[in-house]
C-alpha cells in the first residue's frame, strides 16, 4: 500500500521521460499564425481583446478563448521563445495523466468493479495512466504547440468526471461538485469537442452510481442543470468566433460534402483504432491518408457503434466505454466535415477508451502477470514517442517554411525551404514541400527537379509521384507524367487525385476514352472532387460531346461555385452549342473570381459581340490585350472591325 503512494510520480516521470525531447521543438506550421501573427497574445490588459481572438477565422484560437489566454500568459513569460509554451503544454499533459489515473482508480473501486479489479485498482489505474500518457498518438497534442486545445481541453474534460465522482463520495458535495461545473465551463471556453462532457457525467452516474437516469436526475438534478449552462459558455464563444460561418466558407473552399466526409471517416476511425494499438507510420500533422473502400471499415464501426448503443440500453459499463469513444470523436469524425479528415490529436481523449478495454483484457487474462507486459509496452511505447518528438523538432526554416506556404506567403516559404536543404538536403519532406510551392508560382521545371529528388530519396513517396505527374503533365512531357501516376496508384490504388492526374495525361495524349475512364473513377472513389468532374468535361467537349461536357462543368461548380477555370469552360461549351446568354453569365463569373483572365475577358468579348454589344466587346478586348500583350486573337478581332475578318473563339 505505501508504494502506492508513488504511483503518481511514475506518471510524471513516464512523462518527462518521452517528452523530454520535445522542449526544443521550434514553432510548427498552424503555430506561426496563431502565435507569431497574433497579436491579441501581446498584452494580457486589457483582457477583452485576449478572450476574443480572430473572428471569422480558421484560426486554432478562433472559438477558444481560454486557449489564446494561455498563449498570452506564454508570450508574457518568454516572448517568442518557445521554452514556455512546450513547458506548458508537457505539464498540462501530465496533470490529465495524473487526473486520468484518479478517475481511473476511483470507478474501479466502485460497488460494480470493487470485487473484480478493487485489490488491484491502484496498479490497473496507474497502467492506464502512464500508457496512455507516453503512447505516440499523444505526440501531436503535446508536441505541436497549438494543439494544446485538444489536451487542455482533455484536462478539463477529465477533472469534470473526477470531481464528480469525489462530489458523489463526499459527505459534503458541493464543493466538488462546484469544481466539476468549474471545469466543464473552462473546457467549453477551450474547445468544442468538450460539448459532450455533460452527457457523460450523466452515462457514468447511471452506470456507476445511480443505476438509472431517473435515480440519477432525483439525486443530483442541481449539478445537471449547472453543467447543461456550460453550454451557454460553448455557444457564446462560437457565436462570438462566427464559427459556423468561417467553418462553413473553410468547408465550401476545401471542396468537402457531409456524406463523403462521413464515409472517410469510418475507414478514418478503423485506422485510429489500429494505429492505437499498433502505433506504427503515424501521420502526424501532414495528412497523407487516402481512403479506400469504406464497405468493410463501415461495417466494422456500425457494429462497435451498434454494440455501445445495445451496451448503453443494458446499463452495462461497457456501454460507458463506447459512449466515450464515439461521443468525444463525433465533433470530428461524424458528418460535420474538417478540412482534413484526419488528425491524431482528436484521439487524445478517445485514446482512454481503447488503452483500458486493451489494459482491462489483458489483467482480466493474464492476472497480475499483465503487469509485466504493461511495462515493457510502457517502455516501448515511449521509445517511439520520443521519435515522433523529433518531426516536431525539425530544422526550424523548414517548420517556418510550412507555417509561410500554409498563409500563402510562397517566396518566402521558398528562402525558408532552401535553408533548410542547405543543412538537410537528404530530407524528402523538405524538397516535396519546396516543390508544391513552386508549382503554385508557376515554376514546373523546378518543382520537377525537387519532387524528383523527393522520390530519389523516398521512392515510395505516393503524393510525390502523383504531383511529379501533374507538373510532367504541364510541361508536355505525357508519357513520364502516366508513369508517376500509375506509380502512385500501385502504393494508394484508391487516389482519386492521382486517377485525375493520370487522366490528365492520357487526354494530353489524345487517349480521350482511357482519360475519361480515370476521371470517372476518380469521382467514384471521391464524389466531391470537383476537378475531376471539371477535366472530365474538358476531355467530353474535346469528343465534340458538348451537351455532356455542360453537364460535367455544371457538377463541378455545384461542388465548388467558385471555380474560374469551370465557369470559363462551361461558358466555351454554352457559346458553342448556341446559349450566348448563359455563356456571358459564366464568363462574368469567372471574371468576377479572377479578373485577370485574359481568356475569359476575349471569349466574352467574342458572345457580347455575338449578342450585338459591339462597344462592350471591345472594352473586354482591350482588357485582355493589356493583361496579355501578345494575345494574338484578341489583336485579331480588333483588326478584324476594321477588316471584315470572321471572329475566333479562344480555346
Known amino acids: 500500500m505505501k508504494a502506492q503512494k508513488f504511483f503518481p510520480l511514475v506518471v510524471i516521470a513516464a512523462g518527462v521521460l518521452a517528452y523530454h525531447n520535445s522542449l526544443t521543438g521550434s514553432f510548427f506550421h498552424d503555430d506561426f499564425q496563431t502565435i507569431l501573427e497574433n497579436s491579441t497574445i501581446r498584452h494580457l490588459w486589457p483582457i477583452w481583446p485576449v478572450l476574443a481572438p480572430f473572428r471569422g477565422s480558421a484560426s486554432t484560437v478562433a472559438g ?8 498570452a500568459v506564454n508570450y508574457a513569460i518568454s516572448g517568442y521563445n518557445v521554452w514556455s509554451y512546450h513547458v506548458v503544454n508537457l505539464v498540462v499533459h501530465i496533470l490529465a495523466g495524473l487526473t486520468l489515473y484518479g478517475f481511473v482508480r476511483r470507478t474501479l473501486l466502485q460497488a460494480l468493479l470493487r470485487e473484480r479489479f478493487g485489490a488491484a485498482s491502484s496498479e490497473l489505474a496507474l497502467a492506464i495512466a502512464t500508457l496512455w500518457v507516453v503512447h505516440p498518438m499523444q505526440t501531436e497534442s503535446v508536441t505541436y504547440i497549438v494543439q494544446r486545445a485538444e489536451s487542455i481541453m482533455g484536462l478539463f474534460y477529465l477533472l469534470t468526471l473526477y470531481y464528480f465522482i469525489r462530489g458523489s463520495e463526499s459527505p459534503r458535495p458541493r464543493l466538488w461538485y462546484g469544481l466539476t461545473v468549474a471545469a466543464c465551463a473552462l473546457g467549453m471556453a477551450s474547445k468544442q469537442v468538450m460539448v459532450s462532457a455533460p452527457l457523460a457525467v ?10 438509472s437516469f431517473r435515480h440519477a436526475w432525483r439525486q443530483r438534478w442541481p449539478v445537471y442543470l449547472a453543467l447543461s449552462a456550460t453550454w451557454i459558455v460553448l455557444v457564446a464563444t462560437m ?13 465550401e473552399a476545401h471542396h468537402v460534402g457531409r456524406w463523403t466526409y462521413l464515409l472517410t471517416e469510418s475507414e478514418v476511425i478503423v485506422n485510429y483504432l489500429r494505429w492505437s494499438v499498433w502505433p506504427k507510420d503515424l501521420p502526424i500533422l501532414v495528412n497523407t491518408f487516402q481512403p479506400g473502400s469504406v464497405i468493410l471499415p463501415g461495417a466494422a464501426i456500425l457494429l462497435l457503434l451498434g454494440a455501445s448503443v445495445w451496451a448503453l440500453r443494458e446499463n452495462s459499463i461497457w456501454g460507458f466505454v463506447g459512449a466515450w469513444f464515439f461521443m468525444i470523436l463525433a465533433p470530428t469524425s461524424s458528418f460535420l466535415p474538417s478540412i482534413d479528415p484526419i488528425f491524431l490529436h482528436r484521439m487524445y481523449l478517445p485514446l482512454a477508451a481503447v488503452v483500458s478495454v486493451v489494459v482491462m483484457g ?11 507486459v504493461f511495462v515493457v509496452m510502457a517502455i516501448g511505447l515511449g521509445v517511439l514517442t520520443g521519435q515522433e518528438n523529433r518531426i516536431f523538432s525539425k530544422e526550424p526554416h523548414y517548420n517556418k517554411g510550412l507555417g509561410l506556404a500554409a498563409v500563402g506567403r510562397y517566396r518566402e516559404a521558398i528562402w525558408n525551404y532552401e535553408q533548410a536543404l542547405q543543412i538537410t538536403p537528404n530530407d524528402p519532406d523538405a524538397q516535396y514541400d519546396l516543390a508544391v510551392v513552386l508549382m503554385r508560382l508557376g ?5 520537377i527537379n525537387h519532387y524528383s529528388r523527393a522520390l530519389q530519396l523516398k521512392p515510395d513517396f505516393a503524393e510525390a509521384h502523383n504531383n ?3 507538373a510532367l503533365a504541364e510541361a508536355g512531357r505525357f508519357q513520364e507524367a502516366i508513369g508517376h501516376c500509375e506509380q502512385a496508384l500501385r502504393i494508394h490504388p484508391y487516389y482519386a487525385e492521382a ?3 493520370l487522366g490528365i495525361a ?3 495524349q489524345g487517349k480521350l476514352l482511357q482519360a475519361e475512364e480515370q476521371f470517372e473513377q476518380a469521382v467514384r472513389i471521391k464524389a466531391d472532387l470537383a476537378e475531376a468532374y471539371y477535366n472530365l468535361g474538358k476531355t467530353l467537349k474535346q469528343a465534340g460531346q458538348i451537351d455532356e461536357a455542360i453537364a460535367q462543368y455544371k457538377q463541378a461548380l455545384r461542388i465548388r461555385p467558385e471555380f474560374a477555370e469551370a465557369h470559363y469552360n462551361l461558358g466555351n461549351s454554352l457559346l458553342q452549342a448556341g446559349r450566348t446568354n448563359d455563356a456571358i453569365r459564366h464568363y462574368e463569373h469567372a471574371l468576377r473570381i479572377k479578373p485577370d483572365y485574359a481568356e475569359a475577358h476575349y471569349n466574352l468579348g467574342v458572345a457580347l459581340e455575338q449578342s450585338g454589344k459591339v462597344e462592350d466587346a471591345v472594352r473586354h478586348w482591350e482588357r485582355a490585350l493589356q493583361i496579355k500583350p501578345d494575345f494574338a486573337e484578341a489583336q485579331s478581332e480588333l483588326a478584324r472591325l476594321r477588316g471584315g475578318n470572321e471572329k475566333q473563339v479562344s480555346h
Open 499 to 501: 486517377h485525375n492526374n
Open 202 to 211: 450523466m452515462l457514468y452516474d447511471r452506470a456507476f452510481l445511480s443505476g
Open 362 to 372: 489483458l489483467y482480466a487474462v493474464m492476472g497480475r502477470l499483465s503487469l509485466a
Open 506 to 508: 492520357l487526354a494530353g
Open 64 to 71: 477558444r478563448p481560454f486557449i489564446n489566454l494561455t498563449l
Open 443 to 447: 515554376l514546373p521545371q523546378q518543382a
Open 239 to 251: 457565436v462570438s468566433a462566427d464559427f459556423y460561418a468561417t467553418m462553413r466558407k473553410v468547408s
Open 468 to 470: 511529379l505527374g501533374f
